[in-house]
């Protein structure tokens, strides 16, 4: 999953950024309304951390302005303002939750969390493909209960496809949606992870859809 953290205050920029990387997340970051807004309006988020008070472009017109655009990306807002008035006009521009500053990391982690899981039309924070289930909370992976060892490459690629279960995923989304605005993207990379997913797993839930992709699916039963 990847996600955009648009909040002008460096050092709180760089403590969510390094929470939502150590779960698991590849982050892209910006310290300004005008940046957000371009790379809300050009790159396909999962989520985004808004914060309203932004220099250059107010965080409410980056949304509205990203809402015209028909980007539909989850977005959460964070800031110091706790007015109701404040939350009325970040809900109607187009947020799907608020948090007040300050606030307790793990319960940013857990409304993001939320956040896709709703997204992706999901119950529960966990998932499950068959034998494999993928705890979100937790970033752990098991198979008919035994726990399964993975990169975070390797993690993010099960999460997404897990998250999207039962359609096709093409190559070029996963690269999209795997990794962050600086990493050296590959696409050929994606056949190495899903390879070594497949035998970590030790069972066939990620199928190869030729010419189109991937698909994440539990394993027909004999």
């Known amino acids: 999953m990847r996600l955009l ?11 969510i950024v390094t929470a939502l990387e150590n779960a698991g997340y590849a982050v892209d970051k910006a310290f300004d309304g005008e940046e957000g807004l371009y790379l809300g309006e050009t790159e396909p988020y999962d989520a985004v951390i808004l914060d309203l008070g932004l220099p250059k472009v107010d965080g409410v017109a980056v949304l509205q302005g990203w809402r015209r655009a028909g980007k539909a990306m989850p977005v959460l807002i964070l800031t110091a303002r706790d ?27 857990a409304r993001v969390r939320a956040l896709l899981r709703r997204a992706a039309g999901h119950a529960t924070s966990e998932l499950i493909c068959g034998p494999v289930r993928l705890d979100t909370r937790a970033s752990r ?14 993690y993010r690629l099960l999460a997404y496809l897990m998250h999207h279960q039962g359609r096709v995923v093409s190559r070029t989304e996963l690269v999209e949606h795997l990794y962050d605005q600086d990493f050296d993207r590959d696409s050929n990379t994606i056949e190495v992870f899903v390879g070594r997913l497949r035998k970590k797993l030790g069972v066939e839930v990620i199928e190869t859809v030729r010419g189109l992709g991937y698909i994440a699916a539990a394993p027909e039963k004999v």
Do not use: I, M
Not at 5 to 15: A, G, P
């Open 5 to 15: 953290v648009v909040e002008d205050d460096k050092d709180l920029n760089r403590q």
């Open 83 to 109: 007015r109701w008035s404040d939350k009325v006009a970040g809900f109607d521009a187009g947020a799907d939750d608020y948090v007040v500053k300050p606030f307790h990391v793990e319960e940013l982690l």
């Open 141 to 154: 992976v098991v198979v008919d209960g035994n726990p399964v060892k993975l990169t975070s490459h390797e």
